[in-house]
């Protein structure tokens, strides 16, 4: 029966890790989620991150829009969502292995081209400090699930 053997296929995915899309980890990831969600709130980030969602999309049915879905970005390394076209600045910071620490996203949403020369995220930044610690803490708050 094509119907269960599908329905089967699912429970499994979904009981096999993480719910969401691999996010090619650097080794300090966990520190660096810790982190975020020390420095911010959740649930703040959540209504700053609706800034990001004409461009962006988090959760487990998440795909690219302008910008790349953010499931587990903190803690990764730049540039690795496989379908993503990046610009050639942020995959080769990716390659040298610069991560998303709490630090270099800071810089970044600040004011995206100070951190990436020439990214190709058109977005003015986010001046306030405290919405970018609380956004940084929405992120590190998704995509970090597993099953275990
Ligand atoms: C106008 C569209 C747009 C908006 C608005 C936008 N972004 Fe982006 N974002 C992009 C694009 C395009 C990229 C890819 C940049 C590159 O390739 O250089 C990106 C990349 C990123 C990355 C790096 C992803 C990775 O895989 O390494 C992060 C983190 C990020 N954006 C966070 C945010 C947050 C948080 C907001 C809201 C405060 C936001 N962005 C708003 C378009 C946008």
């Given at each position: 029966?094509?119907?269960?053997?599908?329905?089967?296929?699912?429970?499994?995915?979904?009981?096999?890790?993480?719910?969401?899309?691999?996010?090619?980890?650097?080794?300090?990831?966990?520190?660096?989620?810790?982190?975020?969600?020390?420095?911010?709130?959740?649930?703040?980030?959540?209504?700053?991150?609706?800034?990001?969602?004409?461009?962006?999309?988090?959760?487990?049915?998440?795909?690219?829009?302008?910008?790349?879905?953010?499931?587990?970005?903190?803690?990764?390394?730049?540039?690795?969502?496989?379908?993503?076209?990046?610009?050639?600045?942020?995959?080769?910071?990716?390659?040298?292995?610069?991560?998303?620490?709490?630090?270099?996203?800071?810089?970044?949403l600040?004011?995206?081209?100070?951190?990436?020369?020439?990214?190709?995220?058109?977005?003015?930044?986010l001046?306030?400090?405290?919405?970018r610690?609380?956004?940084?803490?929405?992120?590190?708050?998704?995509?970090?699930?597993?099953?275990?």
């Open positions: 029966m094509k119907y269960s053997l599908t329905l089967a296929m699912v429970i499994a995915a979904a009981s096999t890790g993480s719910v969401f899309a691999d996010s090619h980890a650097s080794p300090d990831q966990a520190a660096i989620i810790e982190q975020a969600l020390a420095g911010g709130d959740p649930e703040a980030g959540e209504a700053v991150f609706r800034k990001c969602k004409s461009c962006h999309e988090v959760g487990p049915d998440a795909t690219s829009k302008v910008g790349p879905p953010l499931n587990g970005v903190v803690g990764a390394f730049l540039g690795q969502v496989d379908d993503f076209r990046y610009s050639n600045t942020m995959e080769e910071m990716g390659e040298a292995g610069t991560a998303w620490t709490v630090e270099n996203m800071d810089i970044y600040t004011k995206p081209r100070d951190f990436v020369n020439g990214t190709r995220m058109s977005f003015a930044g001046r306030d400090e405290e919405d610690a609380n956004v940084i803490a929405y992120l590190a708050s998704v995509g970090t699930e597993t099953d275990d």
